[in-house]
């Protein structure tokens, strides 16, 4: 049975078929699959019967795993490379994941080592909703006029996971000890404008979860450009929305892509939303964010020929 592709959307996404990921691929399968994630972004995967040693090894292709050390509870025993996230029951509670990724966003843009793939196998899903969201960064850029793309081309911005804590309309994030997460995971540095390192094309590497501001622009600046560039960037011609089915192996690139999971379902125990996770590690990239530095583009500019020389 020959692996079958359809897009599921202008602008990003498409459904494969005719494969079995519980069963070993060949090199053939391997790169058809692979080509079609670096056309498409985002892959789905229906009616996938895999145990978590074949989820784990279907993803290890991909690169080496994240074992979630930073929240070990919701790690699925005797497999910390599958991490579970949704509404579920755990130990009588319910799970602490249930509110994750409530805005726009790229997996770990906040660290130094952003997620590079990122995989959903669906176990539970509500019978309406929890659906996912997908925008295609590639085309955010591609559709900047010529001048903006040059403005963009030299500037970084600042990546936060305490920004993903600003309340939504449908949801009010609980953290008890918001200085304790900042001290866990430091804000960080990263450009504006990403090159991707296979297809050679640029993306927007910007998102409202997790960017706070600008370096080198003044903070009104700075807001006015990232609020235009959330906008812009996730105008619904950009955009694929997933409905689950149990079984759906869904994953997507971080490097060109943002991502949102809609709370657009009843958020109680008959409505579970359970799904493991997988992460692919990156390459580190990005640097620590350095307070004071925000609004001083002459001495960043040194620094970085400094270490461009060096």
């Known amino acids: 049975m020959s692996i079958r592709i359809r897009p599921l959307s202008f602008a990003i996404g498409a459904e494969i078929t005719g494969v079995d990921l519980a069963k070993p691929l060949d090199d053939a399968q391997w790169a058809e699959i692979y080509a079609a ?156 404008v990403r090159t991707h390192p296979e297809t050679g094309r640029k993306a927007l590497y910007v998102s409202e979860g997790q960017t706070t501001r600008i370096l080198g622009l003044s903070e009104e600046e700075g807001r006015g450009l990232l609020q235009f560039l959330f906008k812009h960037a996730t105008q619904l011609e950009f955009t694929y929305r997933h409905a689950y089915q149990v079984d759906d192996l869904v994953f997507w690139d971080n490097r060109c892509a943002q991502h949102i999971a809609l709370a657009d379902y009843v958020h109680n125990s008959d409505n579970p939303r359970h799904m493991y996770r ?13 307070p004071g530095t925000e609004t001083q583009p002459e001495q960043q500019a040194e620094r970085r020929t400094a270490k461009q020389a060096a």
């Open 278 to 290: 997988l992460t692919v590690l990156g390459e580190k990239s990005g640097r620590l964010y350095e």
């Open 37 to 192: 994630w670096l056309k498409h972004i985002v892959l789905v995967f229906p009616g996938q019967k895999l145990t978590p040693e074949q989820q784990i090894a279907f993803g290890r292709r991909f690169g080496p795993l994240d074992d979630h050390w930073e929240d070990p509870t919701y790690r699925l025993p005797g497999f910390p490379e599958i991490y579970q996230i949704g509404n579920f029951m755990l130990d009588g509670k319910m799970s602490k994941t249930k509110d994750t990724g409530r805005k726009w966003h790229s997996d770990h843009s906040y660290t130094t080592r952003p997620t590079l793939l990122s995989m959903l196998y669906c176990r539970k899903i509500p019978p309406v909703g929890g659906t996912t969201a997908f925008a295609n960064m590639y085309m955010a850029y591609d559709t900047l006029t010529d001048t903006l793309k040059g403005m963009l081309e030299n500037l970084e911005a600042v990546h936060d996971m305490l920004n993903y804590l600003t309340p939504t309309l449908l949801w009010k994030p609980t953290v008890k000890d918001p200085s304790a997460m900042a001290k866990k995971f430091p804000a960080v540095v990263h450009p504006v």
